[in-house]
């Protein structure tokens, strides 16, 4: 989920008063006329970036794909290249370069440009909409190793490339759809772990090897490999029940990591428990 941080190189992209009119509409998504999450977008502002930006991205890009290239899931890397990512610049959300241009014709998603933290609730109707709130600052060079909050490499570069894969966009899109709906602090907790070990730590069997595909994993050049290579992580096979079971911490490399053999076996069980929660909503609608 988009983060704001305090110490980016460039905060003033997102500091002026659209972006505090932005975020304060976030906050009070929900709220009796706070029902419009477009009021939570703000625009990328692009010229905002600073050269040390650009070389930033740079520096993560080759690092990351020089790894990447034989490690990471080949419905990552397909998406990649259909969305035009490039280690030449920042990549652009509007305008021809965009990756919205071709996210739009490949999927329909597209990543909107947020100022900071979106609370779960406006975070979800944004992909109950097939949009992802996208943090547009980068993370300062001092930090290129390691950064506790998402920031535009995360969200574009980890994200981003599984949204052009039809299978992973229609079940990310349910996933909203169903956390947008869930009001029981059972489903809203095994939810965000459902979200944890997929969308952000996800590992995934392809050409009879694991693979990476989770944003945390794939954007991340310390864990994407302890997570494939260090005998500290426990490699399990998909469940959805169990998954949903198991709880995380987020300040350590993860030790317990769950492994697809599809994402077409993803979908089919977020589908499943989405029918669940929209039927159970549905009969406490009507009591």
Same mark, same amino acid.
């Given at each position: ?35 419009? +999450? ?12 600073? %050269? ?30 259909? +969305? ?5 610049? +920042? ?39 097939? %949009?992802?709130?996208?943090? +547009? ?103 959805? %029940? ?46």
């Amino acid at each position: 989920m988009a983060s704001k941080m305090s110490g980016s190189l460039n905060h003033a992209m997102i500091d002026g008063p659209k972006g505090r009119a932005a975020q304060d509409y976030a906050n009070r998504f929900g709220q009796p006329g706070f029902d419009d +999450i477009t009021k939570a977008y703000i625009d990328q502002n692009y010229a905002g970036y600073t %050269e040390e930006n650009q070389e930033t991205w740079r520096i993560l890009y080759d690092r990351q794909m020089s790894y990447l290239s034989d490690h990471a899931s080949n419905v990552y890397l397909s998406g990649a290249r259909s +969305i035009k990512l490039v280690r030449d610049w +920042i990549p652009y959300l509007e305008g021809p370069k965009s990756v919205n241009t071709f996210l739009q014709q490949l999927t329909g998603w597209q990543s909107k440009a947020v100022p900071g933290y979106l609370p779960a609730k406006a975070f979800f109707a944004c992909l109950a909409r097939r %949009e992802f709130p996208t943090t +547009i600052v980068i993370r300062p060079k001092e930090s290129i190793d390691y950064l506790p909050e998402p920031d535009i490499f995360h969200d574009i570069f980890g994200h981003v490339p599984l949204h052009a894969d039809p299978v992973f966009a229609d079940f990310l899109q349910t996933y909203g759809k169903a956390a947008l709906t869930a009001d029981d602090p059972y489903h809203t907790e095994r939810l965000a772990r459902l979200f944890w070990f997929t969308v952000e730590f996800g590992l995934i069997r392809e050409d009879g090897r694991t693979k990476l595909y989770g944003s945390g994993l794939i954007s991340s050049p310390g864990e994407s490999k302890h997570s494939l290579t260090s005998k500290d992580v426990d490699r399990r096979p998909f469940d959805l %029940e169990t998954v949903c079971a198991t709880s995380f911490e987020i300040d350590h490399y993860q030790p317990i990591l769950y492994v697809l053999e599809s994402f077409e076996q993803l979908r089919d069980a977020m589908d499943t428990y989405a029918r669940r929660i929209l039927d159970e909503a549905a009969r406490k609608a009507a009591a």
